[in-house]
């Protein structure tokens, strides 16, 4: 079982649909969590950055952490074309050589017109 | 992108040649990374720095060398290039809080 899961999609919404992306995870030490956003033939580029349990809101974006069940998500409001990418979770415990992120393997997002 | 660049963005090479990707960043961070990127398997790391001559071997560090000689250069080495290293390659850099920002990747292609 990998550490970290993520269901690759691919997801197609219509544009101005809410969009709920997830993860889970296993190991409890984890507690940096991160989204990053991913353009085709691009680098991944940092989204929405959380430390430890809680709520993140950034514009459209909602950063969700849940360390009880293990479950992080990133909500998108009112999605754009824009949008449309790979959205890939990663996460750190932060200290030492756990500053090595553990990655998901993406969700692929179309947001059609 | 801003802050790292990475240099040949694309190359053909073949089996059995070596091939030296380079990274480059601007931003002063102490840690850099090495990651390929493939699909199925997702962003793997390769080899790390947390320092100039300081690197680490990441979970597929098997045929890929890296030196660390400058704060901003972080080069990786295929010493004989197989088929199985064509993927598309991407530095990161980080400060060491968590967050890492990615280059805009090599694409390299062995035949």
């Known amino acids: 079982q990998k550490e970290v899961e993520q269901d690759p999609g691919p997801l197609s919404v219509p544009e101005g649909a809410i969009v709920s992306l997830n993860c889970t995870y296993s190991n409890s030490a984890f507690q940096y969590f991160m989204w990053y956003r991913q353009y085709s033939r691009k680098g991944p580029e940092l989204l929405m950055y959380?430390?430890s349990s809680g709520n993140k809101e950034d514009g459209r974006f909602t950063a969700q952490v849940d360390k009880s069940s293990k479950y992080i998500s990133l909500f998108i409001r009112d999605s754009q074309p824009s949008d449309s990418a790979t959205y890939l979770c990663a996460m750190s415990a932060g200290a030492g050589n756990n500053r090595k992120l553990i990655w998901g393997l993406g969700t692929s997002l179309a947001v059609n017109p | 992108d801003a802050g790292i660049t990475q240099s040949p963005r694309h190359k053909v090479t073949e089996t059995g040649t070596p091939v030296t990707l380079r990274c480059h960043q601007t931003e002063n961070h102490r840690y850099m990374y090495w990651y390929r990127q493939d699909p199925g398997h997702g962003l793997r790391l390769i080899h790390y720095?947390?320092?100039?001559?300081?690197?680490d071997k990441g979970e597929v560090s098997d045929g890929y060398s890296v030196s660390r000689s400058k704060t901003e250069d972080f080069l990786l080495t295929l010493e004989s290039a197989t088929s199985s290293q064509t993927s598309v390659y991407f530095c990161?850099?980080?400060?060491?809080?968590?967050?890492?920002?990615f280059g805009p990747g090599t694409r390299l292609t062995v035949l």
């Open positions: 959380t430390y």
């Open positions: 720095s947390y320092g100039v001559k300081d690197t």
């Open positions: 990161a850099i980080s400060e060491g809080g968590g967050t890492q920002y």
